[in-house]
């Protein structure tokens, strides 16, 4: 609990520095674009983190969706348990009879995935221009 309250803080802090160079940046000489595009990929991936311990604490600390189990499904059973899984964000109501209701957080991964994959795609950009940019003739080092 403690480690992911720590990265919850390290990645949020780290996505308001990045914004605020992006920021300082406008008012100076522009970087090399690869530098700009690995800033904003930490920035994506710093939100993705965040976001994701975000959900994560929302399920360890109760879930979600803990007030769409209902303490009887349409069947009559009782509710037995409410299982919580981590990735996806998921919480399940469990019922007497067996049956089980499930409820993913698709927001939150959503969100997640869109966030680290644009990060991964910003990342990858950086590398690629950072490759051509030291492969053209006369570049140097």
Not at 18 to 45: D, Q, R, S, T
Not at 87 to 102: A, I, Q
Request: proline share 5%.
């Amino acid at each position: 609990m403690v480690l992911m309250g720590a990265l919850l803080v390290v990645s949020a802090v780290s996505a308001v520095v990045g914004v605020a160079v992006i920021l300082i940046l406008l008012n100076h000489p522009p970087l090399p674009v690869a530098k700009v595009y690995a800033l904003i990929a930490l920035i994506l991936f710093s939100l993705a983190v965040a976001l994701y311990c975000y959900g994560w604490f929302s399920v360890s600390l109760g879930g979600p969706f803990p007030e769409l189990c209902k303490s009887r499904n349409d069947a009559g059973a009782e509710l037995a348990a409410i299982k919580q899984q981590y990735w996806p964000l998921r919480s399940s109501c469990l019922y007497s009879d067996g049956s089980t209701v499930e409820y993913v957080s698709m927001s939150i991964t959503v969100v997640v995935c869109l966030l680290a994959g644009s990060g991964l795609v910003s990342a990858g950009t950086s590398v690629f221009l950072r490759k051509r940019v030291g492969q053209s003739p006369g570049a140097t080092s």
